[in-house]
């Protein structure tokens, strides 16, 4: 649960995870977890959730404190290559999905000037048509 403490990583083994975010009364989906992935505190720092996790079908996960994934780092250090693997894929995903969402509302505020541009000029056309009308009357 978001602003609760969470000392322990997550590696799914089986199953799906759902990541999310709940604002307003919606849900937003901040990424599915298929098994190999990893979460839960990867800050390596005390802290707290900044969002929910929901099996989205039946699960088994292995639960690490931090400093317990620190020791098997420490005894194993290919696998701190392959955790950097992961994080970095997962940041440029992440990143992938900003600037789509950038672009998308760019693009949305773009069309809406240019609907609202068409409107003003329709507008302007009909005020000039009605003066003109105006002038022209008896």
Known sequence: MPNEANNSIYVLKKGEITLYNSHAGKRLIIE???PGSIFGNISFHEGKTT???EASQDSFFCIFSIEDFIAIIHSKPELMIKF???MS???QSY???LKRGIFDAKEKIIQQLDVFLEEQKRSNMLSKLLSVK???DP
């Open 84 to 86: 950097l693997q992961l």
């Open 32 to 34: 599915v977890l298929k």
């Open 134 to 136: 105006s002038k022209n």
């Open 51 to 53: 969002h929910f996790a």
């Open 95 to 97: 990143e992938k999905r």
């Open 89 to 91: 894929e997962k940041m």
